[in-house]
């Protein structure tokens, strides 16, 4: 049965995605780890993250064209900034979002495709375990544990810079830092990006009437999917559209 997301289930997963992030590197400074902060930045939106993140997949990971697109739809990405689902540059210039005012009114600056290019592979590298891409994840996309450090990496990247060193000037740099992430993640990211709404779909979907008629037709159901998804375990579309 579906179940709402519980506070130990939604701690272990960002655990486990906060494990493979590379941003911890990043927050390492002046031999010192200043990663904390931002880690409780991120955990305290992490449910509403996780429903921006589906949203943007393709189906179960982020191409660059949708992170491309989350960019523009957040107000970081520069007009004209857009890929469609190849990958492949626009021509036409993009029109400036609802989110561009909120952007510059943090001091946010934009990226051009370039730089949201290098940023994306330098997140999605590919030495990550087998285990954490899964199968169903195409080559080149975030997972999940991806995108929420891609998060890091592109509020460091666009936001005012805590400067090195600032904790010789009485200024606490893990603070700092935990703030900047916070502050992108709260005023851009949630407000104007995408979110798939997985708690309404199951309050208004999934009740008990639902789920007699589910259980009414498991097996007719188990069998189809097994025909359909004979060899892989899982049924992407193009087996769904099949079926």
């Not at 930045?41 to 449910?47: C, E, F, T, W």
Request: with cysteine; hydrophobic share 45%.
């Amino acid at each position: 049965a579906l179940q709402s997301d519980t506070q130990q289930l939604l701690d272990a997963a960002f655990a486990a995605d906060w494990s493979h992030c590379k941003s911890r590197k990043l927050l390492f400074r002046d031999g010192r780890d200043y990663s904390a902060a931002v880690a409780a930045a991120l955990r305290r939106h992490y449910p509403k993250l996780k429903s921006v993140f589906r949203a943007y997949a393709r189906p179960h990971a982020i191409p660059l064209g949708s992170f491309t697109a989350f960019c523009g739809d957040v107000g970081v990405a520069r007009p004209g900034t857009q890929h469609n689902q190849a990958g492949v540059e626009n021509a036409e210039p993009a029109a400036l979002g609802e989110a561009v005012p909120a952007a510059r009114a943090l001091g946010a600056k934009a990226l051009n495709s370039a730089q949201i290019s290098k940023l994306f592979m330098s997140v999605n590298y590919a030495h990550m375990s087998a285990s954490v891409r899964g199968k169903r994840n195409p080559d080149r996309a975030f997972t999940r544990c991806q995108f929420i450090d891609s998060l890091v990496h592109l509020g460091l990247a666009v936001m005012p810079k805590p400067r090195r060193g600032a904790d010789a000037a009485g200024v606490d740099m893990e603070k700092a830092l935990g703030d900047t992430v916070d502050a992108f993640v709260k005023t851009l990211v949630l407000p104007y990006a995408q979110a798939w709404d997985g708690t309404a779909f199951r309050e208004s979907m999934y009740t008990r009437e639902v789920d007699e008629v589910m259980r009414a037709h498991e097996w007719t159901l188990s069998t189809a999917f097994a025909e359909f998804s004979p060899s892989k375990g899982n049924m992407d579309l193009a087996d769904f559209s099949r079926m």
